[in-house]
DNA sequence: TAGATTGTTAATCGATTAACAATC
DNA sequence: TAGATTGTTAATCGATTAACAATC
């Protein structure tokens, strides 16, 4: 059973709570967690944890609380943690390799965490056929048929701001439903992709605005 | 002159505006820009254009537009992006060189981003004394005179989870004002400190959940 | 049973969009 | 002047919070 547009402000704050409950489970502390201290422990009132919940089922019992290892397994499946995602990663620069290591290092240490990334692309000659923490470098022009073929549908693009688009829509068009775009450009996709421009010169940028000299904020 | 309490989804799209006024610049286009071209180009509603300007001044000609280069100049100047700031960056494992490069290159290339990367850290004594892109790793116990000295008040953080918080309170215990954390934690500061949480393993597991097998989003 | 906490409805809050008088 | 676009107010939309009956 699947919901129909669920808000993504809703969707955001799921992997939130999903690390809470993981945090949780590993302490072994307590069987039953209230949206209180599941959202304290988020940052997040209880009151929207109990509704964002409440979108998706009735995990919790009245008086005592939700189940922590019950609603784990529940927010991994409607996470789609429950089965393995293969994703690739397209610009083996620094910040690619970076990424890469990253995302590996989760996939084999968070159990809630099951995207695992199967091949890096580049176009520079000298980096195909080297591999990272096991994972191959991939000419471009094979970008497609392995996408194809090991059903890849979600993609990381570290490339340069002026190939990202172009690399894009090369994803899109062999399968790709899913795209987090480190290059510091805003990417135009078809409505059915998931698109998400994780722009760090922007964050940068927005941070300083609060750096006025003498100022202080609330 | 400063301006209290804008609210953060403001402050957000600045930096977005700024960007396409740089590359209205760079082309040469034109020297005007109306809030709908500018809205157009950065993913935003021509109404919202204008209220998020207004906050700030009046910076428009009616039945004209916007003057290009001059409203760059002033969102540079609501940005502080007209002064350099020093900035560090915590952790040299790979992610924070990375980043490191990313920002230095940024700095270079981008007229309009002017936060200098000048020192980074890491307690590992084999990083200690090396240097990427001309910046030097130096050792943690540094770090408070080294703030204290170049005046430093924005950070980077890319260290291992468990270390991070206690890092970010030493950063605002020696005058740091603002942190961009790469570490997959929720930290917990002073109010005055800005902080923004860049916690990719979320925002992939987010993407996931619009991976279910044959559904399609609109 | 008494106490606690859920799921849900109503109230509030904030952000975006529409509309338009002012004016270049 | 006529046409275009701003700055701003009012209307709409959506998300969060408060409150509480249901019930474990």
Request: proline fraction near 3%; charged fraction near 25%; glycine fraction near 8%.
């Amino acid at each position: 059973m699947r919901w129909r547009k669920i808000s993504d402000a809703v969707v955001r704050r799921l992997p939130l709570y999903l690390r809470v409950l993981d945090e949780v489970v590993k302490s072994g502390d307590t069987p039953m967690i209230s949206s209180q201290e599941l959202g304290a422990r988020a940052g997040v009132g209880s009151a929207l944890v109990r509704k964002d919940l409440a979108w998706f089922g009735e995990f919790g019992k009245q008086g005592v609380g939700y189940e922590v290892e019950y609603l784990r397994s529940e927010l991994k499946q409607i996470l789609n943690m429950e089965r393995e995602h293969n994703i690739i990663l397209v610009g083996a620069g620094s910040l690619g390799i970076a990424l890469a290591r990253y995302t590996i290092r989760r996939y084999h240490m968070d159990d809630s965490f099951s995207l695992k990334l199967v091949g890096l692309f580049d176009h520079d000659p000298d980096k195909i056929g080297k591999a990272y923490e096991g994972i191959s470098v991939f000419a471009m022009a094979e970008m497609e048929s392995f996408v194809r073929k090991h059903n890849v549908q979600m993609a990381m693009i570290t490339v340069p701001a002026d190939a990202a688009q172009d690399i894009a829509m090369q994803l899109v068009n062999c399968g790709v439903r899913a795209i987090l775009n480190l290059a510091p450009v805003k990417l135009t996709l078809p409505e059915h992709v998931q698109l998400l421009n994780a722009d760090l010169t922007l964050e940068l940028q927005r941070l300083a605005y609060y750096l006025a000299p003498g100022q202080t904020w609330e």
